[in-house]
């Protein structure tokens, strides 16, 4: 089990510090390719724990779109792509990292408290709760109504996006 | 493997996100902070529902990644309407509204 | 396994509206000229075609249930349904003209305007997290964009991103208690939920239900989580403000009694304290700000913080005693009620934005003396807001009483004395409207729209005084329906 666990940590620290880069870059784009590291490091630990279909649609999805959006719309709101000290935060960074600490230590103390004692036990037929099929069965019999209206939201929000950017 | 390495990483990417939403006054940042956020709420997911063994957190997963992406497309919209209006994605030139 | 049990009848309701949705967005696209007036047409027929199958599914009466318990149609999801779609209807009306008029996308409108509802409908039967929460989401991203539907103007653009902002934070904590919820229960099901709260739970599971309540409460925004309504009411276009202030506050609220009632219900001590805090802030600081307002639509919306704080009064006391009955029949009457008087208020303040170009309080003045007709109306939404006998209000006022003493305990007592006397302090701002309109001379405003009310206004005004006028006078008919809904739980 030790690889897991080595694997779990080297992959911990690289999005905890890519987190950190998030929301301390002093430069969009930047903040922008921390936040594939820690898209990446995401899909990564959902390997680790055995959900692959996730992981891989969490790569397309994530990094294949959603940050090239956000490429996007660093562009077209002209985000300089130099460094801009302090110019990106506004003026609660203390007390912003005080609340947020404060939550982590709550949050850790309460998780530490409930699931303190669980292992994670690894078998053989998680691979196949993991895979497409899985997934799929489980969409299409048990959550078919929420796929249904995911396809509704989806065209709204198309068409909201389109109405609302479209130049007129 | 202790469930709680994955907890507990979710809970700090979380409370960063958290971070970010506060302190952040450019919207696109806002908006990847809050991604932040929702990335800490999946790897929660996809660790209990291994624990669980049952397949419907990594369903919910899906859902979330599905909706996180409709939300960018239209957060992206919105800033950029505000772009054209008024040249700056800052949140605080947007003040037009008080009382 | 086999494929999964479809009951096309229970689902009738979704489909016509996902239906609907789609064929105004083709008409809306292959008819250019004639599309336009087709189009809302289509949303309005379409509301009410959704209506039919909710009666035929009350008239048969049985529950059905779908996919494990994920989806429930019962009378409960069947109140919120019917409800729902009326709303939309008279949002469509309130649209109508206001859409016509101004410089804005018609087709994409009504579509995003479906898709919510389509959202609400589906929200009314959700039992499992999942769906919940795909349901909230739909409710709440196309008003994302409706709230920016001014594209030009600054203050629509503020109050699109600043709703943005708050709606996906707040899904984020949300989302993130009911992960944990899911974690400590290993099921997204309600029901399961519910069969888990009774037990002995870590400290971690009122820690979960407090970030997906906050979530929720962000939706409702109720105080400290609505800071952003004030803002987003004024600066969106108001029919869509009408829409927000009661739709998808609603939607917020239905959430959370779901959730509440059929989920964490067993452990109280981990829900109750959370929301008898926000009906109480919600209370205090929703009406004392509203006294402060010159601009009628920021006041309505601190009113409506205030109304959310007198929802949550029966939800915060039903896990007392015997009170649960009582109180989950008193948060369904009271926001079907609300809904009923916040909605033809507006009729009213968009109405005379028409005449004046203005939604100052000012702007009312003399109105009484212009048009007594639209006079008399809004007097009669005012006086229901404020919970005087004979209109709907003080019916919703009296359940929620009611169900204060059926819970009885200090905490009970303590939230109920805050509820009437605040309620006496919200005659103030109220009254100062209906002075306006009665009582002072009418102040030039300069350039003065069209005085004619059109035909849709007339109509939801209508329809809304109808139902504040009828369930004044004649509350048993509705109680009936509180009663019907709460049978089965």
């Not at chain 1, 408290?113 to 489980?138: N, Q």
């Not at chain 3, 709260?197 to 409702?220: E, Q, R, S």
Request: charged fraction near 10%; aromatic fraction near 12%.
């Amino acid at each position: 089990m030790w690889e897991q666990q080595v694997a779990f940590w080297v992959i911990a620290v690289a999005m905890a510090g890519a987190a950190i880069g998030v929301v301390r870059a002093n430069n969009v784009v930047h903040a922008a390719l921390f936040l594939i590291v820690v898209f990446a490091g995401s899909a990564a630990q959902y390997i680790l724990l055995l959900a692959e279909f996730v992981a891989w649609v969490q790569v397309l999805i994530y990094i294949g779109a959603i940050i090239v959006l956000f490429l996007f719309g660093v562009m077209l709101t002209r985000a300089p792509m130099r460094e801009e000290r302090g110019k990106l935060d506004n003026s609660q960074r203390l007390a912003s990292a005080v609340v947020a600490l404060f939550l982590f230590g709550v949050l850790a103390v309460f998780l530490i408290d409930a699931f303190g004692g669980t292992e994670l036990r690894f078998r053989d037929s998680m691979v196949e709760v993991g895979s497409a099929a899985s997934v799929g069965d489980s969409i299409f019999r048990q959550f078919v109504i929420p796929f249904e209206v995911v396809s509704m939201l989806l065209l709204a929000a198309l068409v909201g996006a389109v109405a609302l950017a479209r130049r007129d | 493997m202790p469930i709680n390495y994955f907890l507990i990483l979710s809970a700090f990417l979380f409370c960063a996100g958290a971070y970010g939403v506060l302190a952040r006054r450019n919207s696109v940042l806002v908006l990847m902070s809050v991604e932040l956020m929702l990335n800490a709420v999946n790897i929660n997911l996809i660790a209990f529902s291994a624990q669980a063994q049952d397949v419907a957190g990594q369903v919910f997963a899906l859902f979330v990644i599905t909706i996180a992406a409709a939300e960018v497309g239209i957060g992206l919209a919105i800033v950029l309407l505000i772009y054209r209006n008024l040249r700056s994605p800052d949140l605080d030139r947007v003040e037009q509204l008080k009382g | 396994m086999g494929t999964p049990y479809f009951d096309y009848h229970a689902l009738a309701p979704v489909i016509v509206l996902a239906a609907v949705a789609l064929l105004a967005l083709v008409v809306d696209f292959v008819w250019k000229d004639g599309g336009r007036r087709a189009v809302p047409q289509i949303a309005g027929i379409g509301m009410l075609l959704a209506l039919i199958p909710v009666f035929t599914l009350a008239a048969d009466g049985e529950t059905r249930v779908m996919f494990g318990g994920a989806f429930v149609v019962d009378n409960y999801a069947l109140a919120f349904a019917g409800f729902f779609l009326i709303v939309g209807y008279v949002a469509v009306l309130l649209s109508y003209d206001y859409i016509d008029e101004g410089d804005y996308y018609r087709g994409e409108y009504y579509v995003l305007l479906l898709t919510s509802v389509l959202g609400m409908v589906v929200l009314a039967s959700a039992r499992d997290l999942i769906t919940i929460f795909v349901a909230i989401e739909t409710v709440t991203l196309p008003t994302f964009v409706l709230a920016g539907w001014r594209k030009h103007d600054i203050r629509s653009n503020e109050a699109a991103i600043k709703y943005f902002i708050i709606g996906v934070l707040s899904s984020a904590v949300m989302l993130y208690g009911m992960s944990l919820i899911f974690g400590l229960s290993n099921s997204t099901l309600l029901s399961e939920i519910g069969s888990v709260a009774g037990g002995d739970n870590p400290a971690l599971f009122a820690v979960a239900i407090f970030l997906t309540l906050a979530g929720f409460a962000f939706k409702v925004s109720a105080v400290p989580f609505h800071f952003w309504a004030p803002d987003t009411y004024q600066g969106a276009p108001l029919p869509v403000t009408a829409f927000l202030s009661v739709a998808s506050k609603a939607a917020g609220f239905v959430a959370m009694l779901s959730v509440v009632a059929l989920g964490f219900f067993a452990s109280p001590n981990s829900w109750q304290p959370v929301i008898w805090v926000l009906a109480a802030a919600s209370i205090v600081v929703g009406n004392l700000a509203a006294l402060r307002q010159t601009d009628v639509v920021r006041m309505l919306a601190y009113s409506s913080v205030a109304q959310g704080g007198f929802i949550l009064v029966p939800l915060a006391v039903s896990g007392d005693n015997d009170a649960a009955r009582a109180g989950f029949q008193g948060v369904l009457v009271y926001i079907l009620i609300y809904a009923a008087m916040n909605m033809g208020a507006f009729a009213c303040v968009i109405a005379n934005a028409r005449r004046t170009r203005s939604t100052e309080i000012q702007s009312f003045s003399g109105l009484g003396r212009s048009n007594p007709a639209m006079a008399v109306v809004f007097t009669v939404f005012l006086f229901s807001l404020a919970g005087i006998p004979p209109f709907a209000g003080w019916f919703a006022k009296f359940v929620m009483f009611r169900a204060v003493l059926d819970a009885g305990t200090t905490a009970a007592v303590v939230l109920g004395v805050l509820a009437a006397v605040f309620s006496v302090v919200a005659f103030f701002y109220y009254g100062t409207v209906i002075r306006r309109m009665w009582f002072h001379a009418a102040v030039d405003l300069g350039d003065t729209g069209s005085p004619r009310v059109p035909g849709a206004l007339v109509a939801a005004m209508a329809i809304t005084t109808t139902v504040v006028v009828v369930i004044g006078v004649y509350p048993q008919l509705f109680a009936k329906i509180g009663d019907l809904a709460f049978r089965a739980t």
